[in-house]
């Protein structure tokens, strides 16, 4: 520890300095305090119980922000959780623009009925053909996805 200067003697540069630290010092400690408190939040998502901790993808979203670091990124597993949320948003895009109107699809009739496509149109009929029965369902994809950061907890 350096020698400490009787307040009486410093001089206004010291004071200055002084100053200039309790700034500096004052700004480090309010980001670190918003950073923790970006940590906080993401952590409150997790589920933890006897059999394991559960970190959703948002949390990692979260967290990868805060830190500034691309953790969804460098994780192969998460790149097709991404890859899968935007063909879901795609596909409720889709059925937002072909919905019910009566009888019609709203979007593939036109006036006077020349382009008349009765409800459901061919493009929801198209997205409601049950998939293929080789997989799992959507039901045991979730779990899995639900239990692969246990696995991987527990390599
Ligand atoms: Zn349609």
């Not at 670091?69 to 623009?97: M, P, Y």
Request: charged letters at 25%.
């Amino acid at each position: 520890m350096s020698t400490r200067i009787r307040l009486d003697d410093l001089t206004s540069d010291q004071l200055d300095e002084l100053y200039a630290t309790n700034q500096r010092l004052n700004r480090r400690a309010q980001r670190l305090e918003s950073e923790l408190a970006a940590y906080r939040r993401a952590v409150t998502q997790w589920e933890i119980s006897e059999r394991g901790t559960y970190i959703p993808h948002s949390s990692l979203r979260a967290i990868g922000k805060a830190s500034g670091v691309d953790i969804l990124g460098s994780v192969r597993h998460l790149k097709h959780f991404q890859r899968a949320e935007q063909a879901e948003a795609a596909i409720a895009r889709v059925r937002n623009l072909h919905h019910q109107d009566g009888d019609h699809c709203a979007i593939c009739t036109t006036d006077f009925g020349r382009l008349n496509a009765p409800w459901p149109c061919d493009t929801i009929r198209a997205l409601d053909q049950p998939a293929h029965n080789a997989g799992p369902s959507v039901a045991e994809c979730a779990q899995a996805d639900r239990n692969w950061d246990v696995q991987k907890a527990g390599e």
